[in-house]
Structure formats: structure tokens, C-alpha cells
């Protein structure tokens, strides 16, 4: 289950503005791969919408089916904000709803034809 914390307004290279939900996840305990060590945390992630800031702002604490799941990617440089280190990222957050993924899987499109 996730919820929606936050939305962001994000203003693309070609001048389109688009909204973005910021949902999360549930607590999880986490080992530090440093110290070894149990700690509790929660995932994020930014889901791109439709919405406009009205309809972004009446959807906060709504709750969702899902998980936040990591998700293999693109090498990329990530700066964390608390110590200013630049570290290079392979994995990204995402919203991931398997039951959804699963009843697409199994709707047909109307172009195939039923035998």
C-alpha cells in the first residue's frame, strides 16, 4: 500500500508542465551495509500524472494498491543533499502495482481476434 504525500510541478525542456505525485511506501527495516545495523525507512517515489495542481492537491493522502520497488536503470549521478557527496546511482524508486500489471497482461487488445 502507498499513499500520496506530495505532488511536484515539473516544467520539461520544450515548456510542457506536467505534475508528478510523490507516493510512499510503507516502514520497512532496513541492515546498514556501514555499521550492520537495523534502521527504519520509507521508499519514495514520483509517479507522472494528468492532473492539474487542483486535482494534485485533493488526492494528497489517498491510498493506493502498490509497492515501491527498486528498479534496475542507467548509471546516473546522484548528490547527497546532507553531506554534498556525489555518488553514481544503477537503481531508481518506482510505483509498482502487480495486480494492475497483471489484469493488462490479460485484457486483449482490439486488435486481436479471439479463436
Known amino acids: 500500500m502507498v499513499i500520496v504525500k506530495d ?4 516544467t520539461k525542456e520544450n515548456g510542457e508542465v506536467f505534475s508528478l505525485l510523490v507516493v510512499q511506501g510503507g ?9 550492520g545495523r537495523i534502521y527504519f525507512t ?23 494498491d502498490g509497492e515501491i520497488k527498486k528498479v534496475a536503470c ?6 547527497i543533499t546532507e553531506t554534498g557527496e ?3 546511482m544503477q537503481h531508481r524508486w518506482e510505483y509498482v502495482d ?8 490479460h485484457v486483449l ?5 479471439i479463436k
Do not use: H, W
Open 7 to 10: 505532488f511536484k510541478t515539473v
Open 109 to 113: 487488445s482490439t486488435t486481436e481476434a
Open 98 to 105: 502487480e495486480n494492475l500489471d497483471l489484469m493488462q497482461a
Open 86 to 88: 556525489e555518488i553514481e
Open 74 to 79: 542507467e548509471p546516473y549521478k546522484f548528490v
Open 27 to 35: 516502514v520497512e527495516p532496513v541492515k546498514s551495509q556501514r555499521t
Open 42 to 64: 520509507v521508499r519514495t517515489a514520483k509517479v507522472p500524472t494528468t492532473f492539474d495542481e487542483e486535482i494534485c492537491k485533493s488526492v494528497l493522502g489517498t491510498t493506493f
